[in-house]
């Protein structure tokens, strides 16, 4: 089943109290994305440290409650990890995180827009490219 | 709160198949007409008949199927031209609005518009009337501005009217906004636009599907509406110009059916409007739409317009009760179509529609294809409920009881 019981009490709290919200003064990874079917709107910035590290990660948005916890929570788990890290974090990651909602295909680009963005972000920083792999014919 | 029925509710919601069936168990409230409406069973049996009786392609062959497929297309064209004033020959046979639109910027905008012109459209645009404006002034080297708004959500024409002082070469409007829902003196815009010597454009998308249109009332050189937000099928539409207008324009698309001779170094071309349908046309979804038309002038545009007044100063009162319901567009239901823009609390619209589907509710949310208004609006987003001939006072009272637990679940 999906709808309502997605809203649990965690995804609600990271809504209404999003952790690392922000902009980094310094920052040496910058990614924005949007979601053009919703309008949600997502930013990442990322300071590396040593060791490639996440040495400090924060967010802006816009959106609903889905795709702004996803990112806040997503922003929590990446800080402190290698950039590497980032290549390996997948999708299911991202639902295990939100506690595997039931979401419908539409509200699953929500919930991923954030490792979208984080993705690109890294992967270009990096020198590679992040392909997505939803598109025509393909249900996320 | 009075609920009076100008409609027999029980036989025309017995008319949408789609109505008897249930989403996550519970009845479909359908409230995204505005996006694209049902369709009666009139309109489905229309289509099967065609692809069952009569499948030819049209004004080629001699045979008896395509003389009933050339009478049965000819014969829509002549009603939805007849539905909004217009004669079959000022009627073109398009997708829709967003190609009617395209037409227009392409077959007249490339010949008409130069360097330097000014072309007009307004803040309250769906981006089928913002879009084709940007690149047409983009390719030819002219400015594109837009009439501002009022607070109340109705267009500014102390702005409309400096514009016109530009001398603008088009003036693209809205006859009615698919967001606000506000309706717009087009006869006012068009006659001030027509002696400032622009060229009118209006989209009649979410006004023809509403209430009654008579564009000889108007004159815009320029109408155009789609058949899916009509109770008609998807992939087709109208755009109505002047006969003379259509025939010094240029062509859209060229290929077969839309010339007169093809010769290797030029070809003229076929009469108007046919000089418009290049290609196979979309046959049966035409005559869909007529089968639409009879349905709608059987029920009475007169009274598809009352009923929606109705349901909206009923569903505006009810859902002003809610706390946190913050609604946009005029409060006068008779300047407004049937179609409710709203935010609630701090219950993202994304969100919302997800709580109301688990509750058989079906609304629109997001931008509504109307970025720059979302913006002048200064939300990212709005939920949307908006009525066709099939939506009641219940639909009303489960979008409230909707919003309540969606209010509750977010603890509102």
Not at chain 1, 63 to 81: R, Y
Not at chain 1, 105 to 122: D, F, I, Y
Not at chain 2, 162 to 188: F, M, Q, W, Y
């Amino acid at each position: 089943m999906s709808g309502a019981d997605i809203y649990r009490e965690l995804i609600l709290d990271y809504y209404r109290n999003p952790r690392n919200f922000g902009k980094l003064e310094k920052f040496d990874i910058d990614s924005r994305d949007t979601n053009p079917l919703c309008g949600d709107e997502v930013e990442i910035q990322i300071r590396v440290g040593e060791g490639q590290k996440i040495e400090d990660i924060k967010f802006v948005g816009k959106g609903c409650a889905i795709s702004q916890a996803s990112a806040s929570m997503l922003t929590e788990l990446a800080k402190g990890k290698k950039l590497d890290w980032v290549r390996e974090v997948t999708k299911d990651d991202v639902f295990k995180m939100l506690g595997n909602p039931d979401l419908g295909p539409s509200r699953v680009k929500c919930a991923l827009l954030g490792l979208k963005v984080l993705k690109t972000g890294v992967y270009g920083y990096l020198g590679a490219r992040y392909e997505d792999s939803d598109g025509p014919g393909e249900t996320p | 709160m009075l609920k009076t029925e100008v409609l027999d509710m029980e036989k025309v919601r017995a008319d949408f198949p789609i109505l008897k069936r249930t989403v996550h168990g519970k009845r479909l409230v359908y409230l995204d007409n505005s996006n694209t409406t049902q369709k009666p069973k009139a309109v489905i049996d229309a289509l099967i008949d065609f692809y069952s009786r009569h499948n030819s392609n049209v004004h080629r062959a001699v045979y008896v199927l395509a003389e009933e497929a050339t009478e049965s297309y000819e014969r829509a064209r002549r009603k939805v031209a007849g539905f909004v004033g217009a004669s079959p020959k000022e009627l073109v046979f398009v997708r829709g609005t967003t190609e009617a639109t395209n037409l227009v910027r392409f077959a007249w905008g490339e010949t008409n518009v130069k360097k330097g012109d000014l072309l007009v459209s307004t803040l309250m645009e769906h981006h089928s009337n913002i879009v084709p404006w940007q690149l047409l002034a983009k390719s030819k080297g002219a400015t594109l501005k837009f009439v501002g708004l009022r607070p109340d959500g109705t267009l500014d024409m102390e702005s409309f009217e400096k514009l016109l002082k530009e001398s603008p070469r088009l003036v693209a409007v809205t006859h009615c906004s698919n967001v606000l829902g506000t309706i717009n003196d087009v006869a006012k815009i068009c006659a001030k636009a027509r002696a400032a010597g622009a060229t009118t454009l209006v989209d009649g998308a979410q006004a023809v599907p509403h209430m009654p249109v008579d564009i000889k009332s108007f004159g815009p050189d320029f109408y155009a509406f789609s058949g899916h937000k009509m109770l008609g099928p998807t992939g087709i539409g109208a755009l109505l110009a002047k006969k003379e207008l259509l025939e010094e324009m240029e062509p859209f698309h060229g290929g077969g059916e839309m010339i007169r001779e093809v010769f290797l170094d030029h070809s003229t071309w076929n009469d108007v409007p046919y000089k418009f349908e290049a290609g196979t046309v979309n046959i049966a979804d035409a005559i869909g739409l007529g089968a639409a038309i009879d349905y709608l002038t059987g029920l009475g545009m007169d009274k598809v317009r009352e009923h929606e007044i109705r349901l909206l100063d009923y569903a505006l009162q009810a859902l002003a009760e809610l706390k946190g319901f913050h609604q946009y567009g005029p409060l006068d239901p008779k300047e407004r179509a049937g179609v409710i823009s709203f935010n609630f609390a701090d219950v993202h619209p994304h969100d919302l529609a997800t709580i109301l589907d688990e509750e058989g509710i079906a609304i629109r949310s997001g931008h509504h294809c109307a970025q720059p208004l979302m913006r002048w609006l200064d939300v990212t987003a709005a939920s949307r409920a908006s009525f066709h001939v099939y939506n009641s006072y219940d639909d009303v009272d489960a979008l409230k009881a909707g919003l309540k637990k969606a209010g509750d679940i977010f603890k509102v």
